[in-house]
């Protein structure tokens, strides 16, 4: 499936911005879809997800109560609306869509999930928070 990201940008910290996953080509979104991030130097980790049949979600503990992950099934997307941004949420984000591993790879017990996620990823949009 292609996804296409957008989104990103350069935000004071406090701001908000909302991402957006599509997915393009005539795919079908998957059985879960999810929002990680990478800076540099660091390994790429899960930020939120969710199980689209049911709309059940997946967050880490680092985002909660700031970031909201939503869909849309008419439109095949995802966003991922974040909230009091931090310099610390800094990175470039990747939207996934595949099977359950995608939602359980949030939870960071299971982040050794995350490399056979790959050939699943949108090509990134990167947040800056200053």
């Known amino acids: 499936v292609q996804l296409v990201e957008s989104g990103g940008g350069s935000v004071a910290a406090g701001g908000s911005l909302t991402l957006s996953c599509a997915v393009s080509?005539?795919?079908?979104?998957?059985?879960?879809m999810g929002w990680y991030r990478q800076a540099p130097g660091k390994d790429r980790e899960g930020v939120a997800a969710?199980?689209?049949?049911?709309?059940?979600?997946y967050y880490a503990d680092s985002v909660k109560g700031r970031f909201t992950i939503s869909q849309d099934k008419a439109k095949k997307t995802v966003y991922l609306q974040m909230n009091m941004l931090k310099p610390e949420d800094s990175a470039m984000y990747y939207c996934?869509?595949?099977?359950?591993?995608?939602?359980?790879?949030?939870?960071?017990?299971?982040?050794?999930?995350?490399?056979?996620?790959?050939?699943?990823w949108g090509q990134g949009t990167q947040v800056t928070v200053s």
């Open positions: 996934a869509a595949a099977g359950h591993d995608v939602c359980v790879a949030i939870n960071p017990t299971y982040r050794h999930l995350i490399p056979s996620l790959d050939g699943h």
């Open positions: 080509g005539g795919g079908n979104m998957k059985n879960c």
């Open positions: 969710i199980a689209t049949a049911r709309g059940n979600e």
